[in-house]
C-alpha cells in the first residue's frame, strides 16, 4: 500500500509491541543495518502507552515494550534514547486518544513533535501541537496514524535524506521538514474508530468472562 502510494519508506510503531519488526526482519522486507530493502525503508519504532499518554519511540526497538505500559513518561524517553531512537509525542493534546498534555510535554526531554495526525478526533489539537512546536522550537512531524492500508500515507512528513537509511531518516527529522497535511475521509475514520472500539472490547473480554466464572 505505502509503495503503490509512491512513499520510499514508512515506519512501524505499534502499540507496546514490537512483533510487527521482528516479523519483517524474518521476512527478509527490512534490514538489521537500518538500509532499504529493494529501494524501500522501513524505520522501526513501537508507541509506548505511558502513565501520561502515548509516546512514539522511532528508529529503534524497545525490548520488552509491553512491559513498558504505563511507565512516566519521561522514563521512557530515556529508555529511548539510550537505544538510539527518537522520542516523538503523536496526537498530543487529543484527550480522547492518549495525547500527552502541556504540562507533561514541558517536562519531556522530546526529540521532536507530530504537529498533523490524519486521525485526530478534533483538529484544533493539531493546531494546539503546531503552536506549542513553534514556542518550542521542535523539529515537527505528520503522520497518517493507520490503522489499515487505505489510510496509509494519507499525511506523512517528506524527508530530504543524503541517503535512504534510518540513521539518515532520523538525523533529517530533526532538522525542518514538509509535511504533507491531509485529513483521512469520514468513512477511513468511522473505520478507525471501530476497529480501536473492537481492539478494547477484546481487551476487556477476559476480565468479564473471568467474573462470570466466579
Not at 509506548?48 to 524517553?77: D, F, S, Y
Not at 526531554?109 to 501541537?129: C, G, H, K
Not at 522550537?137 to 524527508?159: C, E, K, N, R
Request: glycine letters at 8%; a positive charge; hydrophobic letters at 40%.
Amino acid at each position: 500500500s505505502a509503495r503503490g502510494k509512491g512513499l520510499q519508506g514508512i515506519a512501524i510503531t505499534d502499540h507496546n509491541t514490537c512483533d510487527a519488526i521482528t516479523y519483517l526482519l524474518e521476512k527478509e522486507l527490512m534490514r538489521e543495518d537500518g538500509l532499504p530493502v529493494e529501494g524501500f525503508l522501513v524505520l522501526p519504532g513501537v508507541e509506548i502507552t505511558t502513565a501520561e499518554g502515548h509516546l512514539l519511540c522511532v528508529g529503534t526497538t524497545l525490548p520488552e515494550a509491553a512491559r513498558l505500559k504505563g511507565r512516566p513518561a519521561r522514563e521512557v524517553c530515556a529508555l529511548i534514547h539510550q537505544h538510539g531512537g527518537l522520542a516523538i509525542p503523536p496526537h498530543p493534546y487529543d484527550l480522547f486518544r492518549a495525547g500527552i498534555r502541556f504540562a507533561t510535554l514541558e517536562t519531556l526531554p522530546i526529540d521532536a513533535l507530530e504537529v498533523f495526525n490524519a486521525a485526530t478526533t478534533l483538529r484544533r489539537y493539531n493546531t494546539f501541537a503546531f503552536k506549542y512546536a513553534q514556542l518550542r522550537g521542535l523539529p515537527m512531524t505528520a503522520a497518517s496514524d493507520a490503522h489499515h492500508a487505505a489510510a496509509v500515507g494519507t499525511a506523512y512528513t517528506i524527508l530530504n535524506c543524503e541517503e535512504l537509511s534510518v540513521r539518515s531518516a532520523l538525523a533529517q527529522i530533526l532538522k525542518g521538514n514538509e509535511l504533507n497535511q491531509r485529513y483521512l475521509t469520514p468513512r477511513d475514520s468511522m473505520r478507525k474508530t471501530w476497529n480501536n472500539w473492537l481492539r478494547l472490547r477484546r481487551k476487556k473480554l477476559p476480565d468479564i468472562a473471568g467474573q462470570d466464572g466466579r
